[in-house]
Every structure is written in structure tokens, then in C-alpha cells.
């Protein structure tokens, strides 16, 4: 896969007791780059190439994730920033900016609360830092039946539970996960070639084994622990972009919170996976933002 991006490497490296996959490419300034669930690092590749003209992209599988290692705990979001800015100071980067999409957004999210003297701008697409309004999701759908596409209601994150069962995800789906993630894709996509066959057996290869469910359900069994620290941070003071679909409005208030320095664009015509859906879009508005231009919607 990485030879499909001309100027990116594997590599690896061992911090804060992990080891972490990662690819690297380009030059200029660090820009750390953080997947979420069901995906892996290859969810960024359509925009990495364009990222990488201006900066030095970082793409790292987080700790469960793909080609890093599974320990069994330490999935709350506070312990996995604390592995991405390990592994930054193992690169010999004091400060960076820091993306993240789904799972990987509250990382880095987490990465900024924890380390704001360690970021230089933030990008969060399509899922805020874990708070006390993840609690008040409804248990049934709002408008029942579940439809196979989200299409402008609220989701219905049934799996946001399903994910919090120890044991059982991965003995119904082991050796099947291919069938959860295309039903996914159908939900949260709108063009539903931008993840092809080839990217469904990237991600069905990196999580159809009963250790790849169960590392990858631990970053939702965290949500608790992820809240109470949610409870302690602060203001984010540094620049911070949102860029969402489905999850914008929720998103925009979310962050908004916190971040004091805040633009909040919505991607057009684009479920969940925005970066594989509208990638033109999100890499040029990440390169206005990160370049200290105003982004500005389609």
C-alpha cells in the first residue's frame, strides 16, 4: 500500500510501553495524522500525497489499530496522546499539528489538551472529545425503523453500545467483520465507491481477528474514563478546524466549548468518512487552515 504513495515509508517505533506503526512522508513542518474505527491509517491516503507538498505527514495506526500493537488496556484517550506525543519526541519534533479523524479526532483532541505546548494547530473531523452527552444517547431510534442510511436525521450509534460488551463482538464477528463494516459504509457513506473493494480488504484484513475486535472495542469501553477527563481539561487556546458531514451541527457546539480560537466548516455532500468522500475539499481547507489562510466551505 505504501508504495501506491510516492515519497512514504513504513516504520515503527516503541513508546510509552507500544509499539506504534506509522507512515511518513514529505517535508516541511510535522502534521500528525490519527484514523478512527473501522479504518486504518490508509483512510488518509487520497489527501496525504497533497498534504505532503507543504508538510511532514505522519500517519499513525493508534495502539490497537492496524499494524501497532493490542496490549489490553490503555485505551482511554489521555494514554493514547500520551503515545502520540512519545512517539513525536522519539522523532525529534518538539511541537506539531495534529489531525484526527472519528476515535482518532478525540486523540488528538486529548493530545492537545494534555500537550498544548506541544501543538501547533488542531483538526477534528467527525467526532468530538467523549463528554456527559454521549450518556444521553438514545438507547432506541428516534424514528424507528433504522434506515440503511443516515441521511439528514441523527444517527442511530448502535454499535457505540454494541462495542462496550466484552467478549461477545469478537466471537459473533471474528473471521466475518467484513459484513459490520460494508453495513457501515452503506450507512455512513453517500457515494459509496469512495471506500472501493481494494480499501474494504485493507480494513477487513486489519480487524477480522478476535484481538483486532477487542483492542479496536476498547477505545469505546475508555468512553467513561475519557469522560471524567474530559471533566479536568480546559480552553484550547491554539487554533482548532472542524471539519464534519453527518456531525457537524454536533460537532460545532461540542467543540465549541472548549476551543477558543474555533472555525467550523461543514463538508458538502459527504457522510462520515469525509476524507475519503470530498478529499480534494478537506485536504485544501486543511492547507488554508494550517497555512494561516481562511478556509472557506464549497
Known amino acids: 500500500m505504501v ?43 487520497k489527501i496525504m500525497p497533497a498534504l505532503a507538498e507543504h508538510y511532514t505527514v505522519i500517519t499513525v495506526d493508534l495502539r490497537g489499530m ?13 494514554t493514547m496522546a500520551k503515545d502520540i506525543n512519545e512517539l513525536v519526541k522519539s522523532l525529534g519534533y518538539d511541537k506539531v499539528n495534529v489531525a484526527g479523524h472519528d476515535i482518532g479526532s478525540a486523540v ?5 489538551e494534555n500537550y ?23 438507547l432506541l431510534p428516534a424514528q424507528a425503523p433504522v434506515g440503511d442510511k443516515v441521511g439528514a436525521s441523527r444517527p442511530f450509534l448502535w454499535w457505540f453500545a454494541f462495542n462496550q460488551v466484552n467478549g461477545l463482538p469478537e466471537q ?32 477487513e484484513q486489519a480487524y ?24 479536568n481539561y480546559g480552553a484550547l487556546d491554539m487554533p ?15 467543540v465549541g466549548k472548549k476551543a477558543t480560537n474555533l472555525t467550523a466548516l461543514p463538508v458538502e455532500n459527504s457522510g462520515h468518512f469525509v476524507q475519503e468522500e470530498q478529499p480534494e475539499f478537506v485536504s485544501k481547507t486543511m492547507l488554508d487552515f494550517l497555512q494561516g489562510q481562511a478556509p472557506s466551505s464549497k
Do not use: C
Open 108 to 112: 488528538a483532541y486529548a493530545y492537545a
Open 208 to 231: 477480522n481477528s478476535s484481538e483486532a475486535i477487542r483492542a479496536s472495542n476498547g477505545w469505546y469501553q475508555a468512553f467513561t474514563q475519557d469522560i471524567a477527563d474530559n471533566k
Open 240 to 254: 482548532v478546524l472542524v471539519l464534519a458531514g453527518p456531525a457537524y451541527q454536533w460537532m460545532k457546539v461540542v
Open 116 to 138: 498544548p505546548q506541544a501543538t501547533n494547530k488542531l483538526v477534528m473531523m467527525e467526532f468530538p472529545h467523549p463528554d456527559e452527552g454521549l450518556t444521553k444517547f438514545p
Open 66 to 78: 492496524g499494524g501497532s500493537s493490542k496490549p489490553a488496556d490503555g485505551y482511554d484517550k489521555k
Open 172 to 203: 459473533l464477528l471474528a473471521g466475518r467483520i467484513r459484513i459490520e463494516q460494508d453495513w457501515l459504509f452503506k450507512y455512513f457513506l453517500i457515494n459509496e465507491n469512495a471506500v472501493d473493494a481494494r480499501d474494504r480488504a485493507v480494513y
Open 3 to 45: 508504495k501506491s504513495l510516492p515519497g512514504f515509508k513504513n516504520d515503527y517505533s516503541d513508546v510509552n510501553g507500544v509499539r506504534l506503526h506509522y507512515v511518513v512522508g514529505g517535508k516541511g513542518e510535522p502534521l500528525v495524522l490519527l484514523p478512527g474505527w473501522p479504518e486504518t491509517w490508509w483512510t488518509f491516503h
